[in-house]
Nanobody, 120 residues
Framework: QVQLVESGGGLVQAGGSLRLSCAAS????????MGWYRQAPGKQRELVAV???????KYGQSVKGRFTISRDNAKNTVYLQMNSLKAEDTAVYYC??????????????WGKGTQVTVSS
């Protein structure tokens, strides 16, 4: 089976930085897309950033210029470097991956989430 495990969340002051990691393991042939979504209390889950196999990226408007997504294909891992953090970045961050498990079989997976709290 495929599992996504996030790490790197925590408490940081406004203006600070954090780096999140998400490692995929299990029956994996390839991972066309990997990314991060977040959900703050009382709000809907929103896109933070996504990256495809060759490194093309897409960012949510609120994080452009502050966050950088990257991936290590050899390690099946995606990273999110978060700089200039703001209180409004406080949320549970979820790793997401589109995974090809074998030829013709592709599934979408979610991690359990990691809490990021930014104090003012």
């Amino acid at each position: 089976q495929v599992q996504l495990v996030e790490s790197g969340g925590g408490l940081v002051q406004a203006g600070g930085s954090l780096r999140l990691s998400c490692a995929a393991s299990g029956s994996i042939s390839s991972i066309p897309d990997m990314g991060w979504y977040r959900q703050a209390p009382g709000k809907q889950r929103e896109l933070v950033a996504v990256i495809d196999k060759i490194g093309s990226t897409k960012y949510g408007q609120s994080v452009k210029g502050r966050f950088t997504i990257s991936r290590d294909n050899a390690k099946n891992t995606v990273y999110l470097q978060m700089n200039s953090l703001k209180a409004e970045d406080t949320a549970v961050y979820y790793c997401n991956a589109l995974i090809v498990e074998r030829i013709g079989v592709t599934n979408n997976y979610w991690g359990k989430g990691t809490q990021v709290t930014v104090s003012s």
